[in-house]
């Protein structure tokens, strides 16, 4: 089974998918962690992504493709994929719904949206910027301009998954527990 697991920053995504891969022996591909780690490693596809990034441009959606197919070829075995942070447009849906299916003949199954109000985000984020020290969650200002970009070029990736039964919403406030319950029942 192959889930995108979706939401605005500070959703929780992250700390869901990995809970998530772990119960259902699904990989997890976040798009942030194979960036860096390509980066890190200076791999070809780190380069060329380096490259975009460095000028503050978008890494094309084949360079991220061919990525994270290559993560995901790393695992051949894993009952499914979890999505983190990819799709983020319309185009990459579509441009994940062909690498499914020409390179495993596969198909996205399901959306999981993790709904959580803006102002639960701001205090997550905060709290977060705290505790990790990223300088980009410790400005409210920034998260808030994070928060407007996720809602205008993001968020209307969801109608996609709609619009062919695929998304489900899911409470995305609460307890790390009792959030994995309600993402894993749609799982089981």
Request: with cysteine; glycine share 10%; aromatic share 6%.
């Amino acid at each position: 089974m192959n889930i995108v697991l979706f939401g605005p920053p500070g959703a929780g995504k992250g700390t869901q998918a990995v809970k998530l891969a772990e119960k259902f022996n699904y990989i997890h591909l976040s798009t942030g962690d194979i960036f860096r780690k390509n980066i890190k490693e200076n791999t070809e596809l780190g380069q060329l992504a380096s490259s975009y990034i460095s000028k503050g441009d978008l890494v094309p959606d084949e360079v991220t493709i061919k990525m994270l197919e290559d993560a995901a070829n790393e695992n051949p075995n894993a009952n499914g994929i979890i999505f983190d942070g990819f799709p983020r447009t319309i185009a990459q849906a579509k441009a994940l719904d062909s690498f499914l299916q020409t390179k495993r003949n596969q198909k996205v199954d399901k959306m999981l949206s993790l709904e959580v109000d803006d102002n639960e985000l701001i205090k997550r984020l905060l709290e977060r910027g705290i505790t990790s020290g990223r300088p980009d969650d410790a400005d409210e200002g920034i998260i808030r301009g994070r928060i407007e970009v996720y809602n205008k070029n993001t968020a209307p990736l969801k109608n996609f998954y709609m619009q062919q039964g695929k998304c489900v919403e899911i409470m995305g406030v609460g307890g790390i527990d009792s959030i994995f319950k309600r993402l894993a029942s749609e799982l089981a």
